[in-house]
């Protein structure tokens, strides 16, 4: 079970910090990543958009769109992966999704690779 919290309504410029709790006894050797995608575009699950994902060793990678202005990190004794989201914008807006990938290949930015996912977590960002 993976389940997703801390979003919001805030204003742009703005912070929040979601949260990711997977149920699962080898957490710690698992990447997740961190998706998004706005219900009132797009509702093709392919083509939600990747964010960022953490690997089992801390390494990470973020797309451009958010580089430099979120963060991924995880917290292993709490099966916790966080997306602390400094200077929010308007297009930031979205139902945000943590997907757990279980296959032990590094970290990846494409939904396929992911196994278990999420309900997601609206954030909404004003301007």
């Known amino acids: 079970q993976v389940v997703e919290s801390g979003g919001g309504l805030v204003q742009s410029g703005t912070s929040l910090r979601l949260s990711c709790v997977a149920s699962a006894s080898s957490f710690e050797t698992y990447a997740v990543g961190w998706f998004r995608q706005d219900p009132e575009k797009e509702v093709d699950f392919i083509k939600r958009?990747?964010?960022?994902?953490?690997?089992?060793?801390?390494?990470?990678t973020y797309s451009d769109s958010v580089k430099g202005r979120f963060t991924i990190s995880r917290d292993n004794a709490k099966n916790t992966v966080y997306l602390q989201m400094d200077s929010l914008r308007p297009d930031d807006s979205a139902v945000y999704y943590c997907a757990v990938d279980v296959g032990g290949s590094g970290i990846h930015t494409t939904v396929h690779w992911y196994d278990y996912w999420g309900q997601g977590t609206q954030v909404t960002v004003s301007s």
């Open positions: 958009e990747f964010v960022a994902a953490i690997g089992w060793s801390g390494q990470y």
